[in-house]
């Protein structure tokens, strides 16, 4: 199914340019496809939290240098997860403001940049993997390591310590993906054409999804709810949110056409959008869901196996509660021809089809229980406090 889901991606960006697929089940297949394989990206989680606890692969006695090298993941905090509705109400509130007072062009360009930048990056990881597979073994062996040392003069509060230092540690397939990256993505930043928004906006949402863990069921109950009220009140209390999102020229959506045929009056193929935020927010969910089923039968952390097979009643639960979700959102919108917050739908999917999976599954316990937390600094910190002497005697 994973690979079948990455055809599904291919395909339907591909074919959606020449054939005309009616939106609603592009949106749902393209979506349902990313998600899928996004979650299962996320099992590499597992293997660096067990290597963050102590953990070793077989046949590592610890003396060996090799580990697997893979971008840098990040936890959810629940203060962070509290907060993230207001920063992301001042940041939705500044873009207002900025399309208000400012030229829509300019704000567009800045953006863009910005998001060009992100994109080489986020199509360099994943690419890269995928040209290490079909190049020869050399392009992934050679490996061009360097250190740069960069002095400054800024204040250490600012700057940090000088001089900066960079360390560059690629592969030759590394440096062909990210060669091909900047290639695409200048001529998206010229073009603007909605298929190379696209890319640049599945790349977001896979490796925003493999790289971040929630930490646990609660920290995601917080913030899917907090955003579920976002989303409600930006949407059906204001006008903010649908301006921003009209006027936003960025990948920061996937958009989806409604004909092929250009519009008379503009020239240009009608498109229906859907942000980033609908897939990437509730993917987290899904994703730690899975690694739930994952925990739950024992799967081994050493190898990773994306493709392995187990039970996953949460995932899949969750799963098709969220297509049921997004279906009831195109539905709504479509019937009441009005934009809809999507977050309405998918957060009461997302939490009831869980919870129920565990009241039927009698795991309620367990699957509060299950953290994907660091707690060796706190546990560090403790252990300090309570006995001090032991720090005054070293």
């Given at each position: 199914?994973?690979?079948?889901?990455?055809?599904?991606?291919?395909?339907?960006?591909?074919?959606?340019?020449?054939?005309?697929?009616?939106?609603?089940?592009?949106?749902?297949?393209?979506?349902?496809?990313?998600?899928?394989?996004?979650?299962?990206?996320?099992?590499?989680?597992?293997e660096e939290q067990a290597l963050s606890r102590g953990e070793l692969p077989p046949g590592d006695d610890g003396t060996s240098s090799e580990r697997i090298s893979a971008p840098p993941s990040e936890t959810l905090r629940k203060e962070d997860a509290m907060q993230f509705p207001l920063l992301g109400s001042a940041s939705l509130f500044s873009l207002y403001m900025a399309f208000k007072y400012f030229d829509r062009n300019v704000v567009n360009?800045?953006?863009?940049?910005?998001?060009?930048?992100?994109?080489?990056?986020?199509?360099t990881v994943t690419f890269s993997p995928i040209l290490g597979t079909m190049l020869p073994k050399v392009f992934t062996s050679k490996r061009l390591q360097k250190e740069i040392k960069i002095n400054h003069f800024?204040?250490?509060?600012?700057?940090?310590?000088?001089?900066?230092?960079?360390?560059?540690?690629?592969?030759?397939?590394d440096v062909l993906a990210f060669v091909a990256s900047v290639a695409f993505s200048v001529v998206y930043l010229k073009s603007k054409h909605w298929a190379l928004n696209n890319v640049l906006g599945i790349a977001f949402c896979l490796q925003g999804i493999e790289r971040f863990s929630l930490g646990t069921y609660k920290i995601g109950a917080i913030l899917l709810v907090g955003l579920f009220f976002y989303d409600i009140f930006w949407v059906f209390g204001t006008d903010?949110?649908?301006t921003v999102a009209k006027n936003l020229d960025g990948p920061i959506k996937i958009l989806f056409p409604r004909s092929l045929v250009p519009n008379a009056e503009t020239g240009k193929i009608e498109l229906s959008l859907l942000g980033l935020g609908d897939i990437v927010i509730p993917g987290f969910f899904l994703a730690l869901l899975l690694r739930f089923d994952a925990h739950n039968a024992n799967l081994p952390y050493f190898p990773t196996d994306c493709h392995a097979s187990f039970p996953k009643p949460y995932f899949h639960s969750a799963l098709l509660a969220y297509?049921?979700?997004?279906?009831?959102t195109l539905f709504v919108m479509i019937q009441f021809n009005a934009a809809q917050p999507a977050l309405l739908y998918l957060v009461p999917a997302c939490l009831i089809s869980s919870l129920l999976c565990a009241v039927v599954r009698g795991e309620l316990k367990e699957l509060f229980a299950y953290s994907e937390e660091e707690e060796e600094e706190e546990t560090a910190d403790v252990d300090v406090k309570k006995d001090p002497a032991a720090k005054k005697a070293d």
């Open positions: 199914l994973l690979v079948l889901s990455s055809a599904l991606i291919v395909g339907l960006w591909a074919g959606a340019q020449v054939v005309h697929i009616p939106y609603v089940i592009n949106l749902l297949a393209l979506v349902t496809a990313i998600l899928y394989v996004a979650c299962h990206s996320s099992l590499i989680l597992r360009m800045i953006i863009s940049v910005y998001f060009g930048l992100v994109g080489c990056a986020a199509l800024l204040p250490q509060f600012i700057g940090g310590e000088s001089p900066w230092v960079v360390g560059i540690d690629a592969s030759l397939a903010v949110m649908v297509v049921a979700g997004l279906a009831t």
